[in-house]
């Protein structure tokens, strides 16, 4: 079994998601869904599919940023 990560953490997606531009059909050379061939081929194949999908999404405004206050001192 293969498992394929189809949304980064960074949320950089391998499909062309409609949430917005930060995927692989919009910012990258590929300009093509990654996520779906790779499924249909694995299964031609009679494997099966495994698919990671980040919740966490670094880049989402609602995220709760660890980084530390301006004010800190080291």
Known sequence: MQCFT??????FALWDT??????VVKMSPAKRDLV???CDAL???GLKVGLY???L???HP???SLA???DYKI
């Open 43 to 45: 299964r031609a194949e």
């Open 6 to 11: 189809t949304k980064h953490h960074d949320g």
């Open 36 to 38: 779906g061939p790779y």
């Open 53 to 55: 999908f980040s919740h």
């Open 18 to 23: 409609k949430m917005d531009n930060k995927s």
């Open 68 to 70: 530390a206050p301006k």
């Open 57 to 59: 999404d670094w880049s």
């Open 62 to 64: 609602d995220y709760a």
